[in-house]
């Protein structure tokens, strides 16, 4: 017969000074490693969220990032006319030569400056990305030096807002709008015309990457193995959505810390549990003894303290979703982003922290694991412990 | 009770104690350890906690604290004001020879290729002018082959010692990189081996191989050159800035150490990242050693009143759990201090993390850093305790059960 449940909860709740003491270790430990785990998604997530199905996006081979990526105008011009790409309205073909660049901006909260990623961009190169909206202001002219920059960007650059002016070198460019990338990996850029970029940077015969849509899904398949076959054109071309999400290796420090201060605080809440639970055992010694001279088995009081342990850090579990739910709440209220380098453009990658379910599942599973583990060796001992003895222990 | 007279007058609880054989340190030794399990659980759970801080400031120092030369503070290195991807005119030498205070000046840009086939940037690779980089790297010691050999062989190239043992090569071994940056792939020979500068991993090559793979690219990536002397510095670096200024490549010249300064800050706010979870962690510390003082203690408030209605003060009531808390907290950071230490040490962090953590160097500041952490936590741990052993009554302590 297994004890009642109202057994483990009551004990838990009348030792409440060691049980908040567990609790709220547990409960930091849960919050740092959700946390963490938390910076690496909202990585993974604008990556996964940048692109669209139908489009390729073609870049030279052997180069890691649109930031670092040489396509000749003589490539552009080749490759615009193959017959598998797409038309508009107007019949032109939907493809859009861009030329990706990295300025240096000061920061506008912190000292210092960052890099971050100014995209020259056609109007094609608009109709591309049909989710990143206008919401202040109005787009870039062509033939103008303005630009639009997204909303997340002009929080934390100066001279990023509308009215605003941004120097690259000798030139001044004015900020004339801003748009919301739908949390894409578009978030963390600038955008401004293709050829005024290119005479700005003086890139008059470059281009970084192009963009463009096939008709459908076998001229897709025959476009990407065309230019892959050909070897004289030195390109890659490939899905948009494939190209970024495999832009995620921003995410893994943060996925590594996450594993590394997990595993080290969790030995340490380990200890923590098994300390609370050996004194609970040890103070509660006759009352072991009572319910074995009741009948309990001794696989009854295994399970009973098992569960008490669970139960305990469990609770810890809660209270640190919780807290790391709350730090989100906050986090997104006051609309605050967070910035890392891309070890690949060299330019700063703005991204929300995302605590999802199933990161708070892991959460808890983390602290039940750990209430497992510390209350194992505490419930064999009370299991173990001579009826007659205990029952005579103070 | 004669051998404690001969020696002077002791105190009435020093005598006390001499009678039964026991003394302070052995009492509170004896108490620390009579639940053995529960000694270990907690120092082992402030070693853990102890380690788990002093690999967080390690870390955290590795990522924001780039290692300082003494060369570095005369060294400039004059970038695109757009920025650091953006390359400068090869024709801005001339003009740079000529500001006062220059002593010496070289191309230097990265070229960021992919060595043989691997899929990320391992180690980097900087074209540099060899004649003129000569006198730019004076910490740099020549262990093996010659530097006039690579000077004169257009495709050789210098690699560092910790990249030439990573990889188990040697002089005359063919490196294959392959452009990230750039359209085009390398092909270079290891001419020489340099050692003993900061940072032991790169490979420099021939800028003029650069130029020519590029079609007489006629652009460089950064500027990198020594004044003079140290109060040269600053006058070289204005008189960079202001030579380019309102040109079509306007300049931002720097000392070296600034330069690293700004590439670590570009990182975001690394500092507060670290610093929270670092506090929280201190914070979790804390919390399990208090719980455990308490606990202790709590077991032991009958014997402690015991001890009271004998005639032992409140203060020596305070001090035998202080002694006891604090050495449980300075074992155990001990244990997780020098095992962090030693772990740190010993292992080839270089290779574990693929030439991202080179260092990693546990330094004294640190593990003071930690000790300093422990002692306080075990004084912290054994104040909420004590409070309650000084409250409590002598006939409510002694009523007390379990």
């Not at chain 1, 963490?36 to 199905?53: D, H, V």
């Not at chain 2, 003009?95 to 980097?124: C, H, M, N």
């Not at chain 2, 092909?187 to 340099?194: A, M, P, R, S």
């Not at chain 2, 030579?243 to 600034?258: D, Y």
Request: hydrophobic share 45%; net charge positive.
């Amino acid at each position: 017969m297994a004890l009642p449940l109202k057994y483990n909860y009551r004990n838990v709740l009348i030792r409440w000074r060691t049980t908040l003491f567990t609790v709220i270790g547990v409960a930091a430990v849960v919050s740092v490693v959700i946390l963490l785990k938390a910076l690496a998604k909202g990585i993974e997530s604008s990556s996964a969220r940048t692109g669209e199905p139908g489009n390729i996006l073609v870049v030279r081979k052997g180069s890691q990032a649109e930031s670092g990526s040489l396509v000749t105008r003589d490539q552009f011009r080749t490759l615009q006319f193959f017959e598998e790409i797409d038309r508009n309205a107007a019949g032109q073909p939907v493809v859009s030569a861009e030329l990706v660049m990295i300025i240096n901006a000061p920061r506008r909260a912190a000292p210092g400056s960052a890099n971050t990623l100014i995209r020259g961009v056609t109007p094609r190169g608009l109709e591309l990305r049909p989710k990143v909206t206008l919401v202040e202001g109005r787009w870039f002219q062509p033939g103008q030096r303005e630009v639009t920059v997204s909303k997340k960007l002009a929080g934390r650059f100066e001279g990023f807002e509308v009215g605003g002016i941004i120097r690259a070198g000798p030139d001044r460019l004015r900020v004339v709008g801003l748009f919301e990338a739908g949390g894409s990996a578009f978030d963390s850029e600038a955008w401004m015309d293709a050829d005024e970029a290119r005479a700005i940077f003086d890139r008059s015969e470059m281009y970084s990457s192009i963009l463009l849509r096939p008709r459908d899904d076998a001229a897709m398949r025959s476009l990407t193995n065309r230019i892959a076959q050909d070897k004289r054109l030195g390109l890659r071309a490939e899905p948009e959505t494939e190209y970024y999400s495999k832009q995620t290796a921003t995410a893994v420090p943060f996925n590594i810390l996450a594993g590394l201060l997990g595993t080290a605080m969790s030995v340490g809440a380990v200890f923590a549990a098994m300390n609370t639970m050996y004194a609970n055992v040890a103070s509660r010694t006759r009352e072991i003894g009572t319910l074995r001279v009741l009948g309990y088995s001794r696989a009854a009081i295994v399970v009973s303290f098992l569960i008490e342990g669970v139960l305990l850090s469990g609770l810890g579990g809660m209270v640190g979703c919780a807290l790391s739910l709350g730090i989100y709440a906050y986090v997104v209220a006051r609309g605050v982003t967070f910035g890392t380098m891309d070890f690949q453009s060299f330019a700063e990658t703005v991204y929300q922290f995302r605590v999802t379910p199933d990161l708070m599942a892991l959460g808890l599973v983390f602290s039940l694991v750990i209430g497992l583990i510390g209350s194992f060796l505490p419930a064999l001992r009370a299991a173990r412990l001579p009826v007659i003895s205990a029952l005579k222990s103070l | 009770m004669s051998s404690a007279d001969s020696q002077g007058t002791p105190s009435p609880s020093e005598r006390r104690h001499r009678a039964s054989g026991i003394t302070i340190p052995g009492f509170v030794l004896k108490n620390a350890l009579r639940n053995g399990r529960r000694a270990m659980l907690t120092v082992l759970s402030v070693a853990v906690s102890c380690a788990l801080l002093v690999t967080l400031l390690t870390l955290q120092r590795e990522l924001t604290v780039p290692p300082e030369s003494e060369a570095a503070s005369f060294r400039i290195i004059a970038r695109n004001k757009v920025s650091l991807a953006q390359p400068l005119p090869a024709r801005q030498r001339s003009t740079i020879e000529k500001i006062p205070g220059v002593r010496q000046v070289s191309p230097f840009t990265y070229f960021g290729g992919l060595f043989r086939d691997e899929t990320t940037t391992s180690w980097a690779q900087f074209a540099v002018d060899p004649a003129r980089f000569r006198e730019l790297i004076l910490e740099g010691k020549i262990i093996e082959g010659s530097y006039d050999a690579w000077v004169k062989n257009r495709n050789g190239c210098m690699v560092g010692a910790d990249t030439l043992r990573r990889y188990g090569l040697k002089v005359g071994d063919k490196l294959r990189f392959t452009g990230t940056f750039y359209p085009v792939d390398l092909e270079l020979i290891i001419e020489t081996v340099y050692a003993g500068t900061i940072d032991d991993r790169n490979c420099f090559f021939h800028h003029a191989l650069l130029d020519q793979l590029m079609d007489d690219w006629g652009m460089v990536g950064t500027w990198y050159m020594m004044a003079d002397s140290a109060e040269s510095v600053d006058g070289v670096i204005e008189g960079v800035n202001a030579a380019f200024e309102n040109t079509s490549a306007e300049v931002r010249a720097e000392t070296e150490r600034a330069f690293q300064l700004g590439f670590v800050s570009m990182f975001g706010n690394v500092k507060m990242l670290f610093g929270s979870i670092s506090a929280v962690v201190v914070f979790t510390l804390i919390l399990v050693c208090v719980s455990t003082m308490s606990m202790a203690i709590r077991e032991r408030f009958r014997e402690l009143a015991v001890l009271k209605a004998l005639g032992f003060r409140r203060r020596e009531l305070f001090a035998f759990i202080l002694a006891e808390s604090f050495g449980l907290s300075m074992l155990g950071a001990f244990v997780g201090i020098g095992g962090a230490w030693l772990f740190w040490s010993t292992i080839n962090l270089q290779k574990l993390s693929q030439g991202f953590l080179v260092y990693f160097e546990v330094t004294p500041r640190i593990m003071a850093t930690g000790g300093i952490v422990a002692a306080l936590l075990g004084i912290v741990a054994a104040i909420g305790p004590s409070v309650s052993v000084a409250r409590m009554s002598v006939v409510s302590g002694l009523k007390t059960l379990d």
